[in-house]
């Protein structure tokens, strides 16, 4: 009993993760129609800045308040990168799809090499608070706290990302100028900073997966991000691209299965486990897990 809780709460936490980046996908291609290759990029500058936060940013540390800090700054890294990226290189190429790709796929290499060019290529351990650094008895498993930390923040982005995409201005209208900017723009409405502060938040995300994640894998690498975008475009294409609850379900289901395979059977197999279910579903639910007919990021 006490290694399935364990199981279960720790494929929680694992889909938490994946959430976390995924979300920012599926907002930005939701909302924006841009498919972003670029997205474990800011994943890993997000790490890697709260890693160096820790250890030189006057007020930042391994203690509750100084990782606050460090997160902060890791979070505000990547949502500036992310912001600069679409006011740079985004923002011309919107509607042609290929040069979209192109362009972010360059960057989803470019940017980790730098970081490996600066601070090479060894795993480099992450600080970890005392607030979070043991674990917690339930039904006899010893769970580790980072697991829970995980899966609160996950759902409060989750809530928050479902009441910006329906109840804030912003995300009417981005919705309203993806599907017809010619007649937003006639309105007087200026969409194009609507969509720079959607792809902000999807970096914002990102970041913050790569802080957290920091704390579930115990430390940081280069092409951390580019691995765990893998399962992010996995969750966007299960839970259906354009939903935000779709995409919270499939992580759900994808970090469940990666821990149960990974456990009952040998060691790896749960990433192809998790592709056995992209397959399942492609082939019986072209939609996702949201459905053909889901709205923008229901």
Same mark, same amino acid.
């Given at each position: 009993?006490?290694?399935?809780v ?27 129609d ?29 203690d509750?308040?100084g ?17 600069l990226v679409?006011l740079g ?16 796929v ?12 600066v ?11 005392e ?20 899966i ?12 910006? /995409? ?46 957290? /994640? ?25 839970g ?31 990433d ?16 996702g ?10």
């Amino acid at each position: 009993m006490s290694t399935v809780v364990l199981l279960v709460v720790t494929g929680l936490g694992l889909g938490a993760l994946y959430f976390l980046i995924a979300s920012g996908l599926s907002l930005i291609f939701g909302l924006m129609d841009v498919l972003n290759f670029a997205h474990g990029a800011f994943l890993s500058i997000g790490a890697y800045a709260t890693w160096w936060a820790s250890g030189h940013l006057p007020g930042a540390g391994s203690d509750g308040f100084g990782f606050l800090v460090s997160v902060a700054f890791g979070v505000a890294a990547g949502t500036l990168a992310a912001t600069l990226v679409e006011l740079g290189v985004i923002r011309p190429l919107y509607g042609r799809h290929r040069e979209q790709i192109l362009v972010t796929v360059g960057l989803s290499l470019a940017v980790p090499a730098l970081i490996q060019a600066v601070w090479g290529a060894d795993p480099l351990t992450f600080p970890r608070p005392e607030l979070v650094s043991g674990t917690v008895s339930l039904l006899g498993a010893a769970i580790p706290t980072d697991r829970f930390l995980l899966i609160a923040v996950a759902g409060l982005v989750l809530a928050g990302l479902l009441l910006f /995409g329906s109840r804030t201005r912003y995300g009417l209208i981005v919705r309203a100028g993806v599907e017809d900017r010619a007649m937003v723009t006639a309105l007087g409405i200026d969409v194009r900073r609507s969509f720079t502060l959607v792809f902000a938040i999807g970096g914002a995300a990102a970041a913050l997966a790569g802080a957290l /994640g920091g704390l579930y894998f115990g430390v940081v690498t280069p092409f951390q991000g580019t691995s765990l975008l893998i399962f992010a475009f996995i969750v966007v294409v299960i839970g259906g691209t354009t939903s935000t609850v779709g995409c919270a379900v499939a992580s759900v289901a994808v970090g469940m299965v990666q821990q149960f395979a990974n456990y009952y059977t040998v060691a790896g197999l749960g990433d192809i486990a998790v592709v056995i279910v992209l397959a399942a579903v492609l082939l019986t639910r072209q939609g996702g897990l949201a459905g053909a007919t889901a709205g923008r990021v229901a």
